[in-house]
């Protein structure tokens, strides 16, 4: 007895092959390319935010700070606690650098800011910062200028402060 | 002639010098004094400085119609030269001359021609380029591979103090005792990088182009490419090796059939840049119209965002021993690094329609 009654057909219509197994997904996601921000609105926004002035060119600084892909200042402020892994969940697989980390000295950890995407001038841009900040602190602030990473670091967190300093700037 | 010791010690003493300098001291010389507040004003005040600030560039592509001459190239760096042939033909000479000159000014963009130069990334994308496609196919050798002659026995019999053995294929040497089936599946070195390293080792090859002036810009691409570089290679420099650059694939077909008959001309579209034939060709030629499409992609790549990948997925621990118990275990985990992570999905609906 031949055996072809019992082979499963399989579908080649166009409408099994459009199946989209992602749609429900990507409808979800947001768009890849970053919009560019509405310049007709009043500055500064009700959130803070400033776009770099006209006349920057005309300043003349012999540094300057470039504005990441969402336009914005990258300033980031990190503190040693928040590199953990998640061992909330899974505590089962933890490798020595996990128990190195539980087994640190939490006083010794610096709270400390980054400021990227710098150039020209880092060593004057870092001298200006630390002491616009000493000034309005009181208290010594160290900063560091990586040239070739193109970030300067400074201890303490003060994303806010160096934000406020740059845009009255102009960056 | 070497002074005595005895002098240069008298001298030192006297004059109560730690050390000298090789000049000495000339009548002329001034004391270089510094008003130093802080460790990095001495390099800020000294004239033998030559670090100069970054000028802010300004971003876009126009092409000015003006006609100026070839001067201050390096003044500012968002400038660029196009130089094209002009071909002014006598009505009744035969003879057509052509001229070199300058059509224009095109602008680059910064974040890619004046980027910041990610050294890292330029070793990791080049170590990436090397090894990726590399397939270890190293085997054990059977007895008959060994190329030791069969039977050959190392010493004869009794009367040396070792063991009596007919060749040197036992267990008990080493390098012996081999199978039959020596052999094991191949193993790839596939292994992906970061996009975001490999677009930083690109754009930092494409900024090292452009500062050491190996960029050159065409307004066609074309049998003009020879007299342009020929110009513009002062020095008389021998074998420059030039990487012509294109949009697609298809080549205008009089420059495709010039450059087959080049040696040191080599066409490339924009899909086949990458870091390494950056490095190893002298010049750069462009379009202003291939500057523009590869800018475009650049600048899309640069400046993306994917929402699945701007969170960090912690990789399971135990996912290294899973690569390598797939891959067998026959050499070191290090080889089966970086297993491919297979299950990412590209959502090209929001990608732009064309470049």
Excluded at chain 1, 153 to 164: L, M, N, P, Q, S
Excluded at chain 2, 29 to 51: G, I, M, T
Excluded at chain 2, 322 to 337: A, G, L, V
């Amino acid at each position: 007895m031949l055996r072809t009654s019992t082979f499963r057909r399989v579908a080649t219509s166009a409408q099994v092959n459009n199946i989209n197994p992602w749609k429900f997904v990507e409808d979800i996601l947001p768009p890849i390319q970053i919009p560019q921000p509405d310049m007709n609105q009043k500055f500064p926004t009700p959130t803070g935010w400033q776009p770099p002035s006209k006349d920057l060119q005309s300043f003349d600084y012999p540094f300057f700070v470039e504005r990441n892909r969402f336009h914005e200042l990258d300033l980031v402020e990190e503190e040693r606690s928040t590199e953990f892994f998640d061992l909330n969940y899974d505590n089962r697989y933890q490798d020595k650098h996990d128990i190195a980390l539980r087994k640190r000295n939490p006083s010794d950890d610096l709270p400390v800011t980054h400021l990227y995407n710098c150039s020209g001038d880092i060593f004057q841009l870092r001298h200006e910062i630390c002491q616009y900040l000493e000034e309005l602190s009181g208290e010594p602030v160290a900063g560091q200028a990586d040239e070739p990473e193109a970030r300067i670091t400074v201890t303490g967190k003060y994303a806010y402060f160096i934000r406020e300093f740059l845009y009255k700037k102009g960056f | 002639m070497l002074k005595s010791a005895d002098k240069i010690r008298a001298r030192l003493a006297s004059s109560n010098i730690v050390w000298t300098s090789a000049s000495g001291s000339r009548p002329g010389k001034k004391p270089f004094k510094l008003d130093v507040k802080r460790s990095d004003d001495l390099l800020r005040q000294s004239s033998q400085s030559s670090y100069s600030p970054e000028t802010i560039p300004v971003h876009g592509v126009t092409v000015l119609e003006s006609k100026s001459p070839v001067e201050d190239l390096f003044e500012t760096l968002e400038i660029d030269d196009s130089e094209s042939e002009k071909q002014t033909s006598l009505s009744e000479v035969t003879k057509i001359s052509k001229e070199v000159l300058q059509e224009g000014i095109a602008q680059l963009h910064p974040k890619i021609w004046t980027a910041v130069v990610d050294q890292q990334a330029i070793h990791e994308t080049l170590e990436w380029q090397n090894t990726y496609k590399t397939v270890d196919m190293s085997f054990e050798q059977s007895r008959m591979e060994t190329g030791n002659k069969r039977w050959a026995k190392p010493w004869g019999g009794s009367g040396h103090g070792y063991e009596r053995v007919r060749d040197k294929t036992g267990p008990y040497f080493k390098g012996g005792a081999f199978t039959d089936e020596p052999r094991r599946p191949f193993i790839s070195n596939f292994h992906m990088i970061d996009r975001v390293t490999r677009v930083k080792a690109l754009v930092s090859c494409l900024t090292l182009k452009f500062l050491q002036g190996d960029m050159i810009l065409v307004s066609n691409l074309s049998n003009s490419i020879d007299s342009i570089s020929k110009k513009l290679n002062i020095k008389r420099e021998p074998e420059m090796s030039y990487l012509v650059l294109n949009k697609d694939n298809n080549y205008p077909i009089p420059l495709e059939n010039w450059i087959r008959s080049k040696k040191y001309y080599n066409l490339f579209p924009v899909e086949g840049l990458n870091a390494k034939s950056l490095l190893k060709y002298d010049k750069l030629i462009l379009d202003l119209e291939t500057l523009e499409y590869l800018e475009k992609r650049l600048l899309f790549e640069i400046e993306r965002f994917d929402l699945l990948e701007s969170h960090d997925e912690p990789e399971h621990p135990l996912l290294n021993s899973y690569w390598s118990s797939i891959m067998t275990s026959w050499k070191d985990e290090k080889f089966n690094q970086g297993g491919y992570r297979s299950g990412h999905h590209r959502f090209y609906k929001d990608w732009p329609q064309s470049f």
